[in-house]
C-alpha cells in the first residue's frame, strides 16, 4: 500500500508570489490535515479537510488556504507569499479524521523556501 | 488552550545508554497521548500512543506510560542503538477540549554515539 505522497519535495519562490502544494493520502483515507514545520514555531496544524469540506482550522491568517477533490486528494495554497512562510509543510492522512484512535499517516512533506 | 512540553536538546547518549525524554501537556479534555519519530529528510512516524490514563504505549522497544496524575507522556527505552538517532515528538489530540489536529511538542534532537 503506496504511502502519503506529497508534491513537489521542494520549492523555491519569491516574496508575493503564490504556491499550491499537493497531498495524495492513502488509498481509502477520506481525511487530508496540514501541518507547518518551522525551527522557531515548531510543527503547528494549519486544516483539515474530510470528503472535501473543511472540518478543523488551525490559527492561521486567510493566505493560507485548502481543498479536497472527491478523490480525496488535498491542495495547499499559500497566496502572497512571506519570508516567514519558509517551512517543511507536512500532510497526513487518516481514514476517518481527527480523532484520538485515528492514526495519522504523515507524508514526507514539501520544503518550501521564500526569497 | 492546549499545549505539549518537553526538552529539545540535543540529547546526546552512548549507545546501550537508557533513555528517557520527559514530556508533560495542558489539556482541557480528555487526551490521547503519541510518541513521533522524524528521520532526517523524512515525515514523522508514529511511534507509540496511549488513549487513556495508565495505558502504555509501547514499540520497537520505546515505552511509555499516559501518567494522567502527573500530566506526562514520558519516553523511555531500556538500550539505545545509533540508529534511534532522529527527532522525537510528543503530541496530544484533544477533541473534548477544542484543539483541532495534534498539538505537538518543540521536538527533542536525540543523537546516539557509538
Known amino acids: 500500500k503506496a504511502g502519503v505522497t506529497q508534491t513537489p519535495r521542494y520549492l523555491i519562490k519569491t516574496r508575493g508570489q503564490q504556491v499550491t502544494l499537493s497531498c495524495s493520502p492513502i488509498?481509502?483515507?477520506?481525511?487530508v490535515s496540514w501541518y507547518q514545520q518551522t525551527p522557531g514555531q515548531g510543527l503547528q496544524f494549519l486544516f483539515e479537510?474530510?470528503?472535501?469540506?473543511?472540518?478543523n482550522k488551525g490559527n492561521f491568517p486567510g493566505r493560507f488556504s485548502g481543498r479536497q477533490f472527491s478523490n480525496s486528494r488535498s491542495e495547499m495554497n499559500v497566496s502572497t507569499l512571506e519570508l516567514g512562510d519558509s517551512a517543511l509543510y507536512l500532510c497526513?492522512?487518516?481514514?476517518?479524521?481527527?480523532?484520538?484512535?485515528?492514526?495519522?499517516?504523515f507524508g514526507p512533506g514539501t520544503r518550501l523556501t521564500v526569497l | 488552550g492546549d499545549s505539549v512540553t518537553q526538552m529539545e536538546g540535543p540529547v546526546t547518549l552512548s549507545e546501550e545508554a537508557f533513555l528517557t525524554i520527559n514530556c508533560t501537556y495542558t489539556a482541557t479534555g480528555y487526551p490521547s497521548l503519541f510518541w513521533y519519530v522524524q528521520y532526517p529528510g523524512e515525515g514523522l512516524q508514529l511511534l507509540l500512543k496511549a488513549t487513556k490514563a495508565d495505558d502504555k504505549g509501547s514499540n520497537k522497544g520505546f515505552e511509555a506510560t499516559y501518567r494522567k496524575e502527573t500530566t506526562s507522556f514520558h519516553l523511555e527505552k531500556g538500550s539505545v542503538q545509533v540508529s534511534d538517532s532522529a527527532v522525537y515528538f510528543c503530541?496530544?489530540?484533544?477533541?473534548?477540549?477544542?484543539?483541532?489536529?495534534?498539538?505537538f511538542g518543540k521536538g527533542t534532537h536525540l543523537i546516539i554515539q557509538p
Open positions: 503530541a496530544l489530540s484533544d477533541p473534548g477540549g477544542g484543539a483541532d489536529g495534534l498539538t
Open positions: 479537510y474530510f470528503s472535501e469540506t473543511q472540518r
Open positions: 497526513a492522512s487518516s481514514l476517518v479524521g481527527q480523532g484520538a484512535r485515528n492514526e495519522q499517516f
Open positions: 488509498s481509502g483515507h477520506r481525511s
